[in-house]
Structure formats: C-alpha cells, structure tokens
C-alpha cells in the first residue's frame, strides 16, 4: 500500500508540473473553418478574403490586406471578460510578399459588457518579422480594472498577411501554478498486525467551465441604407446597413433574405458598425432578381428589422434611401460604405400632364345639384420607374388607373371646382341660345306684320 501511495503522489506532481493554463477559447470561428462568420472588416478598404488548403489547423485561414500606412483589419467581439483573470492572446501569422509593414494582432478592453462605448486600452502582440513562413505571436495580460469586454483585433499595415489559429484564453502562468497541498501520511487502522483499509489518501477534484457564449442582441435603429442587386461582371451583389444609434453595434449572426418564402436560404452575416455609420455585406452568391424583388433585414432570430421592395434595376445602379425618416429609395450611383449618393431623379412629385388633357366631364341635362352630377376623372402620369413610394388616398368617386401617383385630386373642393366650372359654361351657351330664339321671333313677327300692311 506504501507503494501505491507514492506512485500516485509522484503522477499527482507530474501533471501539475505540466499544466500552465486552463485553456477556454472566447473567440468564435477562430480558424476561419466557417468562413468570415464573427469576423467584420474595421474600414472600408481592407480586403478580407478565406484561402482554402493554407492553414495551421484546419482547411482553411485568412487573408487580409489594407494598403494603408495606418493598421487596419478585421475583428471580433469578446464578452464575460473579467478583470481578475489573466488572459493569453496568440495566432499564428504568415506574411505575404511584398511584405507588409506591419502584421500582428491587438486587444481592445471595453468597460462595457457589450463593447459599446469608447475602449478603454489596447494592448499589442509583437509584430511579426519579414518571412514567408508561418510564426506565431503572442500577448499575456490582466485587463484593467473594471473591464468587461473586449474586442481582438487582426491587423495589416500596407501590405497583406495570413492568420489563423486566434486565441484569446483565460490563461495561469506557471509561476502561479497552484502548488499541491501537504502529503499527509496515510493513518493505518491497525488491531495488533492486521490492518484494514488506509484513510486520508489525497484526491483531486476537476470541474469543467463552459466557454462563454455571446448572447446576441437585436438592436433597434439599424436600417437598410442601400441595395446593389443587380451588378457589373466579376462584382457581388451587397447590402449596406446604417446604425442610426448614438453607440456600436454588433450584429452577429444576423441575416439578409430575399421576398418570404421565395425559395432562397437566408444569408447570414456578422458586422460591427459604428455610431450613425454605415457598413456593407457582400452576398458571396447571387441572391436578388434583376426585374424585382424584396430585400429584408433579419436579426438574429429572423425577425423582420426592415425590408424594401424594389420592381425593376438597371446594371451597375444601386437603390439608396432618401432618408432615413421615411421608407423612400431611388435609384443612384452607388456609395458602399458612405453617405447614399443622390437620386437620378430625386423629385418625389411625378411629371404631370396638363389639366386640360387629365379630365374627362360628363353630364346630365339639367344640373340642379352638384352632389347628384356623375363624372369621372382619368389621369395620365410620366411615372419614373426608379423612384418607389406607397401612397393611397381616397377621393370619392375619382378612380385612379396608376398607383404610386402624386397628382392626385386632394379634396372635394377641389372637385367640386372643377365641375362648377364647366356648369356655368353650360349656362352661358343656354343663355345665348334663348336669346338668338327671342331675335329670331321678334324677327318673324315684323315680318308678318310688315306683310299684312302691304
């Protein structure tokens, strides 16, 4: 018995010897084996693109270039940080010729729980050196006190590079290693020479921590700012997003979908987008029909957040809202990423024919009441194909051939105009057909009269 207790002693050691972190990884998709799910580009012009058979672990990695002098890249939002834990953040880098200036990955802490809000202090792993081959970098830090999110952040300075494998683990180092309690020495219960079992011998006990999963939220103000469904050869059909709020958001797993029901699988997507920003989505396969189609805004339970109907595209052309205060859109040059350009036609009011050519009056004989008079009002409308706005108004009895029309007759006063009018013209011509009857007869009697004298 002696001797198995010390061989356990002895393995006890040895695999507390060997143990330098409790390795729970907080970021989603860390090997890009699900393509750019949790991952957003942090400017505009930085290329982000998933390479296939060139990873560390995995099929798949990153690429991602920004032909800029300052550091941009792509990044991922990390929850249920604590500030009383240490955290080791790691990936592996391959840089690609031309080398870029700068490669490496960086950790932005938030004192918000959601990455809202300015950060608070970023910290940076060493930059890796000129090679073509894969090295790994990494950073052991403790947050600051009060911290309780965090965003990693993988970036590029002029020039483009490869990662894969991103870590960022709760992390004990070695020197804090917990060390084993005091071997007691096992208390024999002994009668005489016949001992029976041995007590007190030491155990371990081991727990598992569930990694911590981000809890999306659906955000209220997003909007759709911008379609691109029907584009030029070798392009993508995108989606640009607008955050009308006043802090950053962070929408993952969100999805753009086409008309309900229509047969096509909803895209999902993830974006971070700034304060009264915008931010685009490229569809990697075609999604919207070129003769029209619905492009709706899911979260990430599939619920609607805003949707737009277009009837017809032109190639190359976007539809970008008019403003964010109504559901207008016209169609434009496009503006990825930026404040929507303007309309080809930004007058909302239709071309409209003349009066005279837009009524159609009929009448009964004799009028005595205008509330009793039928008429009917046909009207003809330039109508601009690219310019979409739901407008209905009743007007009695007006029929309108063309919806969507902006000419409509506004009230009965208006109407009622109209057909006053015309009455007293028709007044006017009995008027003077009574009197050409009176001439005439006092006309014939002169006549007869002169004739009878004769």
């Known amino acids: 018995m002696k001797k198995i207790f010390i061989f356990l002693t002895i393995l006890f050691l040895f695999c507390q010897s060997k143990i330098e972190t409790y390795a729970f990884n907080l970021v989603s998709n860390y090997s890009f084996e699900n393509g750019k799910e949790f991952w957003a580009t942090n400017y505009s012009g930085v290329l982000f693109d998933i390479l296939e058979d060139e990873a560390v672990e995995g099929t798949r990695s990153a690429k991602i270039t920004n032909n800029k002098t300052s550091s941009f890249g792509v990044e991922q939002i990390v929850l249920d940080i604590s500030s009383t834990l240490t955290y080791k953040i790691s990936g592996w880098i391959k840089l690609k010729e031309p080398y870029p200036e700068k490669a490496f990955l960086r950790i932005a802490w938030y004192k918000s729980f ?10 940076d792993t060493p930059v890796a050196t ?6 790994k970098v990494e950073l052991v830090k403790n947050p600051p006190v009060g911290i309780n999110s965090a965003k990693i952040r993988l970036l590029v300075v002029n020039g483009s590079a490869i990662f894969d494998n991103i870590l960022v683990e709760e992390f004990i180092p070695p020197s804090l290693t917990p060390t084993p309690p005091p071997t007691e020495t096992p208390v024999l219960n002994c009668v005489g020479q016949a001992c029976l079992s041995p007590t007190n011998f030491p155990t371990q006990n081991s727990s598992l921590k569930n990694t911590p999963i981000a809890t999306p939220i659906s955000y209220q103000n997003i909007y759709l700012s911008e379609v691109y469904p029907n584009p030029q050869t070798g392009e993508n059909e995108w989606v640009e997003i607008y955050n009308d709020n006043d802090f950053i958001v962070n929408l993952n797993n969100w999805y753009i ?4 029901d229509g047969g096509s699988s909803p895209k999902k ?4 987008i700034q304060p009264k920003s915008y931010a685009a989505f ?7 029909n070129n003769d029209g189609d619905v492009v709706r805004l899911l979260d990430f339970d599939k619920k609607e957040k805003d949707s737009f109907e277009y009837k017809n595209s032109q190639k190359g052309k976007s539809f970008g809202r008019v403003s964010f205060e109504s559901d207008e859109f016209c169609l434009q040059e496009p503006s990825k990423n930026q404040k929507n350009n303007f309309c080809f036609n930004p007058t909302p009011t239709k071309e409209v024919t003349s009066t005279k050519s837009l009524i159609t009056l009929t ?21 601009n194909p690219y310019y979409y706005q739901n407008y209905y108004q009743p007007a009695f009895d007006i029929k309108i051939d063309q919806q969507n029309d902006l000419a409509l007759v506004n009230n009965k006063t208006d109407v009622l105009g109209i057909y006053n009018k015309r009455r007293i013209n028709r007044y006017s011509f009995l008027s003077l057909l009574s009197f050409s009857y009176s001439v005439l007869s006092a006309f014939g009697i002169i006549i007869k009269t002169f004739k009878h004298f004769s």
């Open 257 to 260: 979908d086409d008309i309900e």
């Open 114 to 123: 959601d990455t809202s809000g300015s950060q608070f202090l970023t910290e």
């Open 269 to 272: 997507f993830s974006l971070t």
């Open 282 to 288: 490229d569809l990697s396969t075609a999604m919207f």
């Open 363 to 383: 009448l009964s004989p004799i009028i005595t009441s205008p509330t009793k008079s039928a008429f009917s009002i046909n009207k003809k409308v330039n109508q």
């Open 130 to 135: 000129p090679s073509s081959s894969w090295q």
